[in-house]
Nanobody, 124 residues
Framework: QVQLVESGGGLVQAGGSLRLSCAAS????????RGWFRQAPGKEREFVAA????????YTADSVKGRFTISRDNAKNTVYLQMNSLKPEDTAVYYC?????????WGRGSYDSWGQGTQVTVSS
């Protein structure tokens, strides 16, 4: 089991930037794929971005493409989500997740370890 802890959320004005971090501990493997999802009030949890274990393959949702970038530092067992040009519609709780699978990284069901989430609020 992998334990995940997110940090870096907060309140930011539209057009601003935030960087989320997700530190892993416990049974960690650098080969594990990692993903970011978000959930706004009254909505389902949706895919944001994912990276393969090596970091060589990345996926990004169309809604954030060109604004958000996922990266990872395996030496620190940490994955990051750099969020630029934030919009009010990006407001949500952001969750990181981990999986030993290599396929379907945009699907919630592919992940078996989740963090507790960090709130991101973008004011207009």
């Amino acid at each position: 089991q992998v334990q995940l802890v997110e940090s870096g959320g907060g309140l930011v004005q539209a057009g601003g930037s935030l960087r989320l971090s997700c530190a892993a501990s416990g049974r960690t493997f650098s080969s594990y794929a990692r993903g970011w999802f978000r959930q706004a009030p009254g909505k389902e949890r949706e895919f944001v971005a994912a990276t393969s274990g090596s970091g060589g393959t990345k996926y990004t949702a169309d809604s954030v493409k060109g604004r958000f970038t996922i990266s990872r530092d395996n030496a620190k067992n940490t994955v990051y989500l750099q969020m630029n040009s934030l919009k009010p519609e990006d407001t949500a709780v952001y969750y990181c997740a981990a999986t030993g699978q290599t396929q379907g990284l945009w699907g919630r069901g592919s992940y078996d370890s989740w963090g507790q989430g960090t709130q991101v609020t973008v004011s207009s």
